[in-house]
């Protein structure tokens, strides 16, 4: 079955303490974006690969980290967690060779952050 | 900043009326645009892309796209409570990976 898959699904932690959202596509699709979704402001992008070993920033860049070492496997990185990003997230990936970028989304991580 | 507005809602329309969502842009060079579907606590799922001006319709949904105003639509016809959910207005600028989202419109239909 075609999926992206994200884990873990949920995750409390606490200030500081650096953590990892691992994110996977079997499509072998080349790009690969992570979202942070919330109240009022809507899907915003966090950072983005073109493929292996090419990212950029998105809207929101501070705070993550990330890299793309394989194709299939996007992780997201928090060196040092805030408050501020408690959030849901989200992994997507596309082909981006068809007429449309139609982008294929994980099921969402909801990260607290106390 | 590359911005996209829809109205938050809620948008209450009854069962079997037409459903009108919009969406504004304030990219000109925005080249691709997108209508996600998202029910709560779900991930955004496509159902809906246009890249000309004019209409293009897929079952009971079609989208309307006006590059001159900058405005892209999304009806939907026969509304069921199934289509209860929030809608996801995505524009594509550039790269085929850099999307941005508006907030989306909440729709309810009642019964």
Redesign the interface.
């Known amino acids: 079955e075609a999926q992206v898959t994200q884990n873990p699904r949920y995750l409390i932690t606490v200030t500081g303490k650096k953590l990892t959202v691992t994110c996977s596509q079997n499509m072998n699709h080349e790009?690969?974006?992570w979202?942070r979704q919330d109240p009022?402001?809507?899907?915003?992008?966090i950072y983005?690969?073109?493929n292996v070993e090419v990212t950029?920033k998105?809207?929101v860049p501070e705070g993550y980290k990330v890299s793309r070492k394989e194709k299939r496997n996007f992780p997201l990185i928090l060196e040092s967690p805030s408050p501020n990003q408690t959030s849901l997230y989200?992994c997507a990936s596309?082909s981006?060779q068809d007429?449309?970028?139609?982008?294929f989304?994980?099921?969402?991580t909801r990260l607290t952050v106390l | 900043q590359k911005e996209v507005e829809q109205n938050s809602g809620p948008l209450s329309v009854p069962e079997g009326a037409i459903a009108s969502l919009n969406c504004t842009y304030s990219d000109r060079g925005s080249q691709s645009f997108f209508w996600y579907r998202q029910y709560s606590g779900k991930s955004p799922e496509l159902i809906m892309f246009i890249y000309s001006n004019g209409d293009k319709e897929d079952g009971r949904f079609t989208a309307q796209l006006n590059k001159a105003s900058q405005y892209v639509s999304l009806l939907i016809r026969d509304s069921q409570p199934s289509d209860s959910a929030t809608y996801l207005c995505a524009v594509e600028s550039g790269t085929a990976s850099k999307l941005t989202f508006g907030t989306g419109t909440r729709l309810q239909v009642t019964l």
């Open positions: 790009y690969m974006s979202y009022g402001l809507g899907l915003r992008q983005y690969s073109m950029d998105g809207d989200f596309s981006g007429s449309y970028n139609e982008q989304f994980g099921p969402g």
